[in-house]
């Protein structure tokens, strides 16, 4: 069974004389405490025992080493890593309970400081979120291994491995969170359930995506066209100014450059231009005779070009 307690925050808006009486650091952790403090509850949270048999000098201590296991590339061969500690079936219960009964007291405390705030109970309050946060840090990093097992047996079309293990860190922290120790089952048997259950929820929602974008986002066409119209814009109006050079003749060329520059670059019949030694047998002269006239006549259509630019 689940119970939430919610109330407003904690901090909301405490007296300036009681936020005084903690210091720089208390003040941070005690902001981050939520205003809802779920917790399982279990029989023996009452207790005034059962602080001294979680938490006590003779409570057993439960390390558990960091995760360093990074599944950005599954199929690599694994790099040999240190053995680790896989908890026993009483170090797991004893875990769940320190987590559960860390939030039971804290919720407590969140009850009894949104009648009367103290200073005292602040610090209360701060010790049961430090352990609350530290069991459940343990417990997940006891239990990953489960979300990259579940992943390396699943296989969706169109979803990276990566992305399978955020989704499964996700639900292992749910699970986590919503996991009864008395009922005496395995977390292990909760946990893989619930991650495989989010895997189809993924699954589901990829293929309703892609039935509604099958095709793939390419970001080549989302680049703005404004350039290239630009271009072409400005190539049709020098194309337009040319043929008027030409059509009235205000460069001043004679026949056999006005018939070089319309052939060579095909001005007025949308075809091919002819190449030099094409227009050299058209006109009865070399290649070079036709290149020096093409430059000639270039440069005399330039210049009008530059004077109708400057005069604009």
């Known amino acids: 069974m689940t119970a939430i307690l919610a109330f407003p925050a904690a901090t909301q808006r405490p007296p300036a004389r009681f936020l005084a009486e903690l210091s720089p650091q208390q003040r941070a952790t005690y902001r981050r405490i939520p205003a809802k403090v779920p917790y399982v ?44 500690a896989v908890l026993r079936a009483d170090q797991e219960a004893m875990l769940f309970l320190r987590y559960n009964c860390a939030r039971f007291r804290l919720a407590r405390l969140l009850a009894a400081q949104r009648r009367r705030p103290t200073a005292a109970r602040a610090v209360q309050m701060i010790l049961w979120h430090s352990r609350a946060a530290e069991a459940h840090a343990a417990l997940v990093r006891a239990n ?24 499964g860190n996700m639900a292992l922290l749910r699970t986590v969170d919503k996991f009864d120790v008395s009922r005496g089952f395995k977390f292990s048997t909760y946990a893989c359930r619930a991650i495989l259950k989010c895997f189809n929820r993924l699954a589901t929602n990829v293929n309703r995506y892609r039935r509604h974008f099958p095709v793939e986002f390419d970001p080549e066409l989302e680049r703005s066209d404004y350039d290239l119209h630009r271009h ?4 049709d109006d020098a194309v337009d100014a040319l043929r008027e050079i030409l059509a009235r003749n205000r ?62």
């Open 41 to 84: 509850y279990h029989p023996s949270f009452p207790s005034p025992r059962v602080g001294a048999e979680l938490y006590g000098d003779d409570a057993e201590p439960i390390d558990v080493p960091a995760w360093t296991n990074f599944p950005e590339v599954p199929e690599d061969a694994p790099a040999p890593q240190a053995a680790r």
């Open 144 to 167: 990953m291994a489960l979300v990259l097992a579940m992943a390396k047996r699943t296989r969706i079309p169109r979803v990276d491995f990566t992305e399978l293990v955020s989704e």
């Open 251 to 312: 460069a001043a060329l004679n026949d056999v450059e006005r018939t070089v520059v319309l052939e060579r670059f095909a001005i007025g019949t949308g075809g091919k231009g002819r190449t030099l030694s094409e227009i050299g047998r058209l006109v009865g002269i070399t290649n070079e005779r036709v290149r020096q006239i093409q430059s000639t006549a270039l440069a005399k259509i330039r210049a009008v070009l530059d004077e109708d630019f400057l005069a604009a």
């Open 232 to 235: 072409q814009v400005q190539r």
